[in-house]
Nanobody, 121 residues
Framework: QVQLVESGGGSVQAGGSLRLSCRYS?????FGWFRQIPGKEREKVAA????????MYAESVKGRFTISEDNDKNILYLQMKSLKPEDTAVYFC?????????????????WGQGTQVTVSS
């Protein structure tokens, strides 16, 4: 069982920045950040394969968001820059996967409670 606790959400104007944090109790092959807007499917925003630290990003956030991990502190980060109103959502961190070489197609079994990010125009 992996416990995940997000923090760092809030309200910001378009063009601004936020950094989300996720404290985790144990590591897995993949960590990811997902977001969900009410009435829409959950979207994978970014993921990191912990063995090689290779990141992957959704096209919608590429160049604006950066996922990183601090192994010493057991914290996963999502640095978000140039935020847009369409980035408004509840953001979740998740953990899971197996040692396959990539987080593509991996199953995330463990989830945090989510943190709200609101971007105003």
């Amino acid at each position: 069982q992996v416990q995940l606790v997000e923090s760092g959400g809030g309200s910001v104007q378009a063009g601004g920045s936020l950094r989300l944090s996720c404290r985790y109790s144990d590591s897995r092959a993949c960590f990811g950040w997902f977001r969900q807007i009410p009435g829409k499917e959950r979207e994978k925003v970014a993921a990191i394969y912990t063995i090689t630290h290779d990141p992957m990003y959704a096209e919608s956030v590429k160049g604006r968001f950066t996922i990183s991990e601090d192994n010493d502190k057991n914290i996963l980060y999502l640095q978000m820059k140039s935020l847009k109103p369409e980035d408004t959502a509840v953001y979740f961190c998740a953990a899971g996967g197996v040692d396959s070489g990539t987080c593509e197609g991996q199953y995330f079994a463990y989830w945090g409670q989510g943190t709200q990010v609101t971007v105003s125009s």
